[in-house]
């Protein structure tokens, strides 16, 4: 088989089979087809792993980032194992291919005291019941309290929620569903939002939606929406400018630990099938900790 014929049907084994999500699928196929603009469309069978290392050399010149190369041999990896186990191929030619560990880089999270700041702020903004503020306060007391990734809740609807229990109900990755906790100030602005906000949204779409949240023409809100709106409330607390709903889920994990939850615990919530991804979070709290260590101890 032809690679750009294989690649084909990997990425439908990915969407279909192992139900990974949109974003990550589209991942996959744009890595591959960077494979075979590199190559050509040649047989499996021809790629060996000099191609591939000089491939990977060509990304390098680009001047492409250690995270975009690893990401890439990671999903050349993927595809050969998948290859060699359809015996599409005899040999997989990726298993000595070696790539720059990626940069270590710890989460941009905001204080707490800075959270608090910022959801005051909203709540005050939502208090005057423009419905686009009560969405947007809603959103982000959401975001924070649950620490939902945002297309968990750009997909949630009006059923998913619990306002009496106090739960959302999400759809994670590999279309994995848990039911997550939030608190009372959350379940406030969603109260608010649902009375007021999204009655208001919903009157401006041609056709009713099951949706929780709204966008100004009452249809389903889109992840880029959410993004601007964290982009522009945030960056003042975190001291970046590039800043996205990613942030908010980064910041609640982070107090939670900074709080004393226990870490399985925290990761559950957050959906992470690896502990191991849930623990950089402790990382971020020991550098805090560090920090304030330096400026406060006399001996530091």
Known sequence: MELAAAAEAFVTHLAQVRRLSPATVRAYRSDLTDLHRAVGDIALDDIDLDALRDWLWQATQRGDARSTLARRAAAVRSFFGWARDAELIAVDPSLRLVTPRRAKTLPVVASADGMRQLLDAQRTAASGGDPVALRDHAMLELLYAAGI???????????????????????????????????????????????????????????????LFLGARGARIGPRSVYTLVARVLSPFVGAEHVGPH??????????????????????????????????????????????????????
Do not use: M
């Open 149 to 211: 990734r945002v297309s968990e809740l750009c997909g949630t609807d009006v059923d998913d929620l619990d306002l009496h229990r106090r739960t959302v109900r999400v759809l994670g990755k590999g279309a994995k569903e848990r039911v997550v906790p939030f608190g009372a100030p959350a379940a406030a602005a969603l109260g608010a939002y649902l009375t007021r906000g999204r009655p208001a949204l919903q009157a401006r779409a041609d056709a009713a939606t099951p949706a």
């Open 247 to 300: 942030a908010l889920r980064h910041s609640a994990a982070t107090h939670l630990l900074d709080g004393g939850a226990d870490l399985r615990a925290v990761q559950e919530l957050l959906g992470h099938a690896s502990l191991g991804t849930t623990q950089i979070y402790t990382h971020v709290s020991a550098e805090r900790l560090t920090s304030t260590y330096r400026l406060a101890h006399p001996r530091a």
